[in-house]
Antibody
Framework: QVQLQESGPGLVKPSETLSLMCTVS????????WSWVRQPAGKGLEWIGR???????KYNPSLNSRVTMSVDTSKNQFSLTLNSVTAADTAVYYC????????????????WGTGTTVTVSS | QSALTQPASVSGSPGQSITISCTGS?????????VSWYQQHPGKAPKVIIF???NRPSGISDRFSGSKSGKTASLTISGLQADDEGDYYC??????????FGTGTYVTVL
């Protein structure tokens, strides 16, 4: 059973960089797309972007200039970096796997981490 | 990209059926059959209950069903149960190869 676990600082100062890691256990990171999704308290879900195990990325246009994702297949981990954060970036951040069956990549997320809360405050 | 539009809340009595709408545009819901629905209970991660408009993942009750007409997708929950209470989000693939979620709907079981 594949499991995902987010990790990283729970508190980030305004204008600084938010960095999170997602560790994949119980399965391989290879040949899958992996996504980041966030959710401010009491609000809806926002897709941040996705990365393929080869490193190919696609980001939400609204965050594109501040987001970077990377993958380390040797460690079965992928990461999220968000620059120049403000209070508006305070949220629960989830990592998730995009469903794949054989060579077919679907368009939904079937495995999610439990989420990690990041607060942007001085 | 703009979030897909959902009603803020829907309610129903146990045993009844409810339907949640999800309205997008010709850049997402209207052009692809890649609409999914997620259920989220308080403090928990989202869980997919419908994918590709009408399909249920293994283990999901057949009380959940999905459909689409034009730019609007819908989720129907039949035989409403207390455990169905929570937030529901639609999502769609887009013409710019991104992904967009709906605004979310809170389902109350009366």
């Amino acid at each position: 059973q594949v499991q995902l676990q987010e990790s990283g600082p729970g508190l980030v100062k305004p204008s600084e960089t938010l960095s999170l890691m997602c560790t994949v256990s119980g399965g391989s990171i290879s040949s899958y797309y992996w996504s980041w999704v966030r959710q401010p308290a009491g609000k809806g879900l926002e897709w941040i972007g996705r990365i393929y195990s080869s490193g190919n990325t696609k980001y939400n246009p609204s965050l594109n200039s501040r987001v970077t994702m990377s993958v380390d297949t040797s460690k079965n981990q992928f990461s999220l970096t968000l620059n120049s954060v403000t209070a508006a970036d305070t949220a629960v951040y989830y990592c998730a796997r995009v469903k794949r069956v054989g060579a077919i990549h679907y368009y939904y997320m079937d495995v999610w981490g439990t989420g990690t809360t990041v607060t942007v405050s001085s | 990209q703009s979030a897909l539009t959902q009603p803020a809340s829907v309610s129903g009595s146990p045993g009844q059926s409810i339907t949640i709408s999800c309205t997008g545009s010709s850049s997402d819901v209207g052009v692809y059959n890649f609409v999914s629905w997620y259920q989220q209970h308080p403090g928990k991660a989202p869980k997919v209950i419908i994918f590709d408009v009408t399909n249920r993942p293994s283990g999901i009750s057949d009380r959940f069903s999905g459909s689409k007409s034009g730019k609007t997708a819908s989720l129907t929950i039949s035989g409403l149960q207390a455990d169905d209470e929570g937030d529901y989000y639609c999502a769609s693939y887009t013409t710019t190869s991104t992904y967009v979620f709906g605004t979310g709907t809170y389902v109350t079981v009366l």
